[in-house]
């Protein structure tokens, strides 16, 4: 059985504070539609690869595509090999990234941490291509904001909840269903949540009522990081319309962190409990 697991037993390198409830929802739900920055001229490194269950394959078909039809020039690689090249990291805007669980050298987490934190190259990703890369590596998920650590029963029907209707990447969209893997997640309690998800409890009774962040932004020293936890493979994003919508936005905000000026995004959840 080609299962996660059973890649995790073989990768290379690799060993083995869910958020509350406490996420408000934006009032405004104003429809008009999303002001956000152009990929045209943008140059872009997609990196795929890792377990073949997520599809890599396929989604550097279809993301790639899209990417040169909005004007991005991409650049692509089967590898990692590209993040310890300094030269090249230097001139990219943003970094796309699809290989789960797998393994990275310390020159390669050191040229793409470097990027993001010092040169401002954006970073995005999805579901397990982003947020469940490279286990061992704690600095490289402290950029992410997140990691994946179960997803209760693996294909369930879940919804989606759009939070946050104000901001630019998820104005005007709307709540959705699906029916894939649920991840629950270890995720930063400071990033900006922007759609949710509730656990209901039927596979485990004791996350009954859980709310999980699903799709956030953060920044990670000069560079935007946006992910989002759905996209298990590309048919279940693609039959979504706000689904798809929703990464196609957060990759072209990302895109911007070296031409915008830096976003607020610190939205601690536990604020409120710390007031002097």
Not at 76 to 99: E, G
Not at 148 to 174: F, R, S
Not at 254 to 274: C, D, V
Request: charged share 25%; proline share 4%; with cysteine.
């Amino acid at each position: 059985m080609n299962s996660r697991r059973n890649f995790l037993a073989t990768a290379l390198g690799v060993a083995g504070l869910a958020a509350g409830s406490g996420f408000a929802h934006a009032k405004d739900n104003d429809l008009s539609s999303a002001q956000l920055p152009s990929l045209k001229g943008r140059k872009v490194l997609f990196t795929y690869g890792g377990w073949d269950g997520h599809e890599p394959q396929k989604y550097f078909d279809y993301i790639t595509t899209w990417l040169k039809e909005e004007g991005a020039e991409v650049t692509t690689s089967p590898t990692l090999d590209p993040y310890a090249d300094k030269s090249l990291m230097d001139s990219i805007d943003l970094v796309i990234q699809i290989y789960t669980m797998s393994s990275i050298t310390k020159e390669q987490e050191k040229g793409l941490i470097e990027a993001v934190e010092k040169n401002g190259t954006g970073l995005t990703g999805w579901h397990g291509g982003l947020c469940d890369a490279f286990r061992n590596n704690v600095d490289y998920q402290y950029m992410t904001g997140g990691q994946w650590v179960a997803h209760p029963g693996n294909y369930v029907d879940y919804e989606v909840n759009i939070i946050d209707h104000q901001d630019e990447v998820t104005k005007g969209l709307k709540d959705f269903a699906m029916k894939s893997e649920q991840y629950y997640m270890h995720v930063d309690p400071n990033v900006k949540v922007l759609a949710t998800t509730r656990f209901n409890g039927k596979i485990n009774s004791w996350i009954d009522g859980c709310v999980m962040p699903v799709t956030w932004k953060k920044m990670h020293g000069k560079g935007r990081v946006f992910y989002t936890s759905i996209g298990h493979n590309l048919d279940h994003i693609k039959e979504k319309p706000d689904a798809i919508e929703m990464l196609k936005r957060g990759i072209k905000w990302a895109s911007a962190s070296k031409y915008e000026p830096a976003e607020k995004w610190l939205s601690p959840i536990y604020a409120k409990h710390n007031k002097k």
